[in-house]
DNA sequence: CATGAATGAGCGTTCATTCAT
DNA sequence: CATGAATGAACGCTCATTCAT
């Protein structure tokens, strides 16, 4: 006499699971405006009216995902500066370690980190704030002297978020390299750039820098 | 002082030209689903109908405004390969020269350059032979002896398209610096990296890399 | 005594067998393109959405008609087949009888007969498929040594198609004759003929008409 | 100095003229809603404006083309009217000459006869006016001692039409047939009909077909 | 005689959202 | 907890028709 009317064991929490599982998918494949309540509601056996019974509206959902994001970033950051504090002599490896974290990140949450470094109106912010984060712990290298400053620290921690994005999307979302190779193929370039350094025993042009 | 506010009788190729215009910026503004054609005819006072007198579909427009910026593109390229045969000793000058080319080509067409490179879903693939012409000619400098390659150098190029990409949103369109500064930022990251070599006239760590 | 006047909550099925109602005296009367979605909707009071509930597209919603229709004149084929199976000395009756059968189609199923027969871009080779089976009839009957073939049968089958056609739309559907009746008259008029056999002392067959 | 801005040898009469050529091929093609004004003066070679200096509307051109096979009609039964008047002793002759007039009019006028035959609102006006001469006709012929009256000759009047309209759509304007073969067919088959009257060793008229 | 440019009115269709049950 | 049924608002597009020149 109870579960009348209810579909096979028809859970709250589940069916809001669900949902949220299948609407990050589709907001990552087709964006916000592409999305169609219709699709998530019918992919997830539910009728449409549910959908309203867990999200107030399509935006809701929406911006629970890249909150979701948000956070996961959020943690990162958190941990990343605490390992930052710690002094090591071994600086490529120290920085390639925080990379790797990072696109591990963005490999584990493909799906949330695509609707919110990529989908969402606050990617914009995200990008601005990961910047502004890289270019304090550049500083930092500078003052310690491991790095120059002739390049302004602001562009090239525009440029790293750069490169990460673009990595992100066109090798490790598509299975091309790992976390790890990516990360020290950044490390190695950001580092030492490319120039091909005359080993004749003497002086380089990276003094006119 | 004839003309004004005319409706009828006006001049076709100028509404065309307004409507294109107009069609850009919102594109541009807000990717090609959110722009609405009743948006774009109100803006140019004129009626849905007339839009029709001048383009096929919503589609049509919006792939011609690619298609500008895909031209524009091309050109440049073609450009850029002569002047990369052109052997010459002031290496970071000329790969300067090149990447200020694609910075103005940016600044000069903001509006269809946001909708063929960040907004069109041919953008990707603009993307991916343009990280293969920067590998082409990585490749090249590699042979001439001027890079190592102890980086991948698709790896590199790809890096630097997303470098480029983001450097273009976050600083050139937001009027911060210009392209003939963020060329040269960008080529002095890319050719010697972050690292301070101490000048104590000794051998560096590129060695080992 | 409840639901008087409901719009919400009301039978999905029942809202489905009004638009098609509705859609079939539409099409009807003013075939494909003349017919209106928002006309339809009007008369059933309804919104122009639920149409969209109910109907893939207006291209679905005449179709389904149409194939109604044709499933009504195929069943009758069907049927007429087997009875055509059974010799009888009453030639006439028999004749008779299979008209009797297409024109009370024709008066049960009014609508969809206009639209299928008269309306639809597949009613000629429904009429074109009516003759080819008409003249397989006429041959067996040739065969059987009923008929003569001093006429061509090809011409004879489309004559009689076109017979039923015209009766139908200015006799039967006016109400002015009964299938009956329409049936005899056409069997008397094809059997027989028109001309008057001079009744010089000898047996002529028009006695028994 | 003439001629300025004239189009080839510009002619109102010629432009008039092409213009209801080619509206009366489009109509005759895809009915009066489905034909596009559009269409008409592309294929014209000249501008809307100029379509509407010659006819006030759509309905306009298409009401002066079913007027020319109103006419055309109109001629015909004039003249058939009078050779009825001819008493001769070769009916089925007389007869197959009517029909054959009949086809050669369809034949000669196939497009303005399919707009004012078949998809105009006056179509069955004028085919009832055409059912309601036959009937006169086979009324004398009754009279006359032809033919008997068994069959109700409106029936066989509005029988008559609808073979002539059926043969005309499926044989005659398909090339299968020429006009005096449908017509001689279409006179036998009404005449004597489809009975094999038994060789009972007398005599019997079917021998003459 | 003819045109380039424009439009009012309307059509088929879609989507996020909401009742009543 | 869930649904069947419905809708307001909007969108892309088309067509017959009309000015001003």
Redesign the pocket.
Known sequence: MNNR???KG???????ELLMEIAAKQFALHGF?E?????I?KEA??????????F?????IFQELVDMFKGKLHTLVEQSRLSSGIESAELQKRIANGLTAIFRLFQDNEQIARIGFFGSEESFDMKKKMAKQIEENLATEVENGYFHDNVDLNTVAIAIVGVIEHLTLTKLWKGINSPEELAEEMTKLFLYGLILVPSTGTIQNTSEL
């Open positions: 009317g209810r579909k028809a859970d709250g929490e589940k069916s809001r405006h999305t169609k309540i219709s699709t509601v056996h539910v009728t449409q009216p549910t959908f309203y019974l867990y107030k509206s399509k935006e809701a």
